[in-house]
T-cell receptor
Framework: NAGVTQTPKFQVLKTGQSMTLQCAQD?????MSWYRQDPGMGLRLIHY???????DQGEVPNGYNVSRSTTEDFPLRLLSAAPSQTSVYFC?????????????FGPGTRLTVT | AQSVTQLDSQVPVFEEAPVELRCNYS??????LFWYVQYPNQGLQLLLK??????LVKGINGFEAEFNKSQTSFHLRKPSVHISDTAEYFC????????????FGTGTRLQVFP
């Protein structure tokens, strides 16, 4: 199993550009989520999904869109990048309600918006 | 709503010394508690978790944590640290009704010196 994979590893955008951060998992997990990590603020939940076709907002959803058309993939879209979105982005997945409760994290995407 | 406070942003310690990383949480409902570790330039991985039962929980790499309900704490300890334990440690909580939504603390950077 590859686990949770994220692409790209690094990205530089100009203000106003759009892009999609890719996330995929091969563990057949129902639950997937996106976090952003900023210095001194820990990880904050952006969006999450409890299954294909179902998404919901987390703590900091503004400026981001998601969709979940398959169990494996959960892309995060920035429609018009802003410097405030400079951060490290982590995707995570887990079984939902299986008694395990462990989330598996990808290696992260480091995004800089100039 | 839940919140997590990690009282120390940085903890320097010499190799083979004991260490305690502090975590306090706030919640009006019962919670599950987690410690995750992030090694440099990597994603997060689960160190240990408290779901129920014994309040002393043992995890990977010789770490353990004790759940104290009256003090709403979940401090992480290791009796003798190694250089390889240098990493950032995150305490997290989840609501029993929505176990996939993790609320993270701001993290504690453990720096182990030779």
């Amino acid at each position: 199993n590859a686990g949770v994979t994220q692409t790209p590893k690094f990205q530089v955008l100009k203000t106003g550009q759009s892009m999609t951060l890719q996330c995929a998992q091969d563990m057949n997990h129902e639950y997937m989520s996106w976090y952003r990590q900023d210095p001194g603020m820990g990880l904050r939940l952006i969006h999450y999904s409890v299954g294909a076709g179902i998404t919901d907002q987390g703590e900091v959803p503004n400026g981001y869109n998601v969709s979940r058309s398959t169990t494996e993939d959960f892309p995060l879209r920035l429609l018009s990048a802003a410097p405030s979105q400079t951060s490290v982005y982590f995707c995570a997945s887990s079984y939902s309600d299986r008694g395990n409760y462990e989330q598996y994290f990808g290696p992260g995407t480091r995004l800089t918006v100039t | 709503a839940q919140s997590v406070t990690q009282l120390d942003s940085q903890v320097p310690v010499f190799e083979e010394a004991p260490v305690e990383l502090r975590c306090n949480y706030s919640s009006s409902v019962s919670v599950y508690l987690f410690w995750y570790v992030q090694y440099p330039n990597q994603g997060l991985q689960l160190l240990l978790k408290y779901l129920s039962g014994s309040t002393l929980v043992k995890g990977i790499n010789g770490f353990e944590a004790e759940f104290n309900k009256s003090q709403t704490s979940f401090h992480l300890r290791k009796p003798s640290v190694h250089i390889s334990d240098t990493a950032e440690y995150f305490c997290a909580v989840s609501d029993l009704r929505n176990t996939d939504k993790l609320i993270f603390g701001t993290g504690t950077r453990l720096q182990v010196f030779p």
